[in-house]
């Protein structure tokens, strides 16, 4: 059998990793090195993984080191890598057509996904889909959108918000100061309020009473000291704050951001880019909270690794002209075969697995704040977990380099996680992992707890 079939052979029958050099291997100090010759600086990376291939929740690097998957590519590859009915749809697409441009022509499947994303999104009313590439450049249709529906310019977001990168979905991120350093003057009119953090709360309430005042907020303070409530267009949330920490927002809070923009005629935004595709074991994390957002972004999980983003509307906001929002790539044939097959794959098996894998990982987890004095939280829905590192659980002091140093740990026994938020580690593997799985990475990251505690 040749290398390469062997090697394929090999990751086709694995469930967990297998390392056979130190890492990182040869190969990878090669590549790393010329990474940092020619590829921008601007790039953050936690570790030296040269990924090489993937399938399922297995990633194989250049020198032949497998790796159990607990990032999914940060939340893209809900069906896994190299699902086989995903790269067969790829395949199929590619021989056909790879690209005309929705822009100017038609695609039918781009009309058959906007059909399903219809039917999967929250609320009675009939729905319309633009198309795009990214999670940033669904939030900038978004954004568009909001303002040209209502004729209003403001938008209000939240601390610990992340929405994308590029000017109009960096003016709404506030996540890291280093995202929006050095840019200059971002989008005007954009304000930041509190998120209903329940370990965290602004207010300093206990965890049960962290949503009221947060929510209240808006109309108390911004509305009769900044801003009138009739200038503002949308108001956009994460339902579980993602790179901010993975922090679900609490249910109340979330339906009263929906009803003070009932109120008011404010357009709801739900970001889901990272929370969506059945990751918290419903299609929407907003579903958990019962929301009917006006608009909703989605990306990442669409269409397991290739690039497409769809921003859902109420037909009767999408009612912009023709030029006034396009894409040349938005909808690229190939793109769309896969996020077809990814939709049925999720509705027929992997949501119901996210659901059911992440009450499993919870149940395991549900002792670490006492078990581990660095553990201050752990969180989340699904197959969307984050647990919180801090040095002290009385003062709740983030822990960053802690935090880092589990990373790596990980990393250095054969599990990929990253971090999220200042101190939290983000649990979000492809959908299709199995307890199994699971179990391996509970264990791992236990043991690299332990080490790290011993560090601190």
């Not at 399922?56 to 809900?78: K, P, R, S, Y």
């Not at 990442?300 to 009612?319: C, E, F, H, N, Y």
Request: hydrophobic share 40%.
């Amino acid at each position: 059998m040749p290398k390469e079939s062997a090697r394929t052979e090999t990751l086709t029958h694995a469930k967990l990793p297998r390392l056979i050099t130190s890492l990182p291997g040869p190969n990878a100090r090669r590549v790393v090195e010329g990474d940092r010759r020619h590829i921008s600086p601007s790039y953050t990376r936690s570790y030296p993984l040269v990924a090489r291939r993937g399938l399922g929740a297995l990633v194989e690097d250049v020198d032949g080191n497998t790796f159990l998957d607990f990032t999914a590519g940060i939340a893209v590859v809900a069906t896994g890598h190299c699902h086989p009915e995903v790269v067969a749809a790829v395949q199929r697409q590619a021989a056909e057509l790879i690209h005309m441009s929705c822009t100017d022509f038609y695609y039918e499947g781009m009309v058959e996904l906007a059909r399903k994303l219809e039917a999967i999104s929250p609320g009675g009313e009939s729905k319309k889909v633009y198309f795009g590439n990214s999670g940033t450049e669904a939030i900038e249709a978004a954004i568009k959108l909001a303002r040209y529906h209502t004729r209003r310019e403001k938008i209000i977001a939240f601390y610990g918000a992340f929405h994308g990168r590029t000017l109009g979905s960096l003016s709404l991120t506030a996540s890291k100061a280093v995202q929006r350093t050095g840019f200059g003057s971002l989008l005007s009119g954009v304000f930041h309020v509190p998120y209903a953090n329940p370990y965290r709360c602004p207010y300093g309430h206990p965890p049960q009473e962290c949503c009221t005042d947060c929510a209240k907020f808006i109309e108390r303070e911004l509305f009769k000291k900044i801003v009138d409530p009739q200038e503002v267009a949308a108001i956009i949330a994460e339902p579980i704050q993602g790179e901010g920490g993975y922090v679900p927002g609490p249910a109340e809070f979330l339906r009263d951001l929906q009803s003070i923009c009932r109120r008011h005629g404010i357009l709801f935004i739900t970001d889901e880019v990272q929370s969506g595709m059945g990751r918290t074991g419903k299609w929407w994390a907003g579903d958990h909270a019962g929301l009917e957002p006006d608009i909703l972004c989605v990306a990442k999980g669409i269409a397991s690794g290739l690039p497409l983003s769809a921003t859902i509307a109420r037909s009767s906001v999408m009612d912009w002209k023709p030029g006034a929002h396009a894409s040349t790539f938005g909808a690229n044939p190939v793109s769309v075969a896969a996020a077809l097959v990814t939709l049925r794959l999720v509705q027929d098996q992997y949501m119901e697995n996210a659901r059911r894998m992440g009450e499993y990982i919870f149940g395991r987890l549900s002792g670490w704040r006492d078990k581990f004095r660095i553990v201050g939280d752990v969180r989340g829905k699904g197959l969307m977990i984050g647990v919180e590192i801090v040095a002290d659980r009385e003062t709740k002091e983030p822990a960053s380099k802690l935090r880092d140093a589990i990373e790596n740990l990980a990393f250095a026994k054969g599990l990929l996680v990253l971090g999220a938020g200042a101190n939290t580690i983000r649990l979000a593997p492809p959908l299709v992992i199995d307890e199994e799985q699971a179990d391996f990475a509970i264990d791992t990251l236990e043991a690299c707890i332990r080490e790290a505690e011993s560090l601190a």
